[in-house]
C-alpha cells in the first residue's frame, strides 16, 4: 500500500445561488477589485492508503459521492498525489 492524499474541490453547479460568494464578489468590488465572477468553494485533504494512485481515486470520489458533495447542487475534482 502507498500513502496518498486526495484533495477533493466541491463547489455549486453553475446556475446554483452562492450567497457566500455573492457576499464576497460584493466587498472585493467594493474594495475596487474588478471581477467576471466569483464561486466559493470547500476543499478537502484526505490522506490515505491504497493500492494505486486510481484506487485511491476511486475512494475519494466515493466519498464526495457519498458525504462531501450533493451531486444534484455540486460539482467536484478530485486530486491525488503521493505522500
Given at each position: 500500500?502507498?500513502?496518498?492524499?486526495?484533495?477533493?474541490?466541491?463547489?455549486?453547479k453553475s446556475g446554483v445561488l452562492d450567497p457566500e460568494?455573492?457576499?464576497?464578489?460584493?466587498?472585493?468590488?467594493?474594495l475596487g477589485f474588478e471581477l467576471d465572477?466569483?464561486?466559493?468553494?470547500?476543499?478537502?485533504?484526505?490522506d490515505?492508503?491504497?493500492d494505486s494512485h486510481e484506487a485511491a481515486a476511486e475512494r475519494?470520489?466515493?466519498m464526495a459521492e457519498?458525504?462531501?458533495a450533493n451531486p444534484t447542487i455540486h460539482d467536484y475534482a478530485i486530486e491525488v498525489e503521493a505522500r
Open positions: 500500500m502507498t500513502a496518498y492524499t486526495a484533495v477533493v474541490t466541491v463547489r455549486l460568494a455573492e457576499t464576497t464578489r460584493t466587498a472585493l468590488e467594493r465572477g466569483l464561486r466559493a468553494a470547500d476543499r478537502f485533504e484526505v490515505l492508503e491504497a475519494a470520489g466515493a457519498r458525504l462531501l
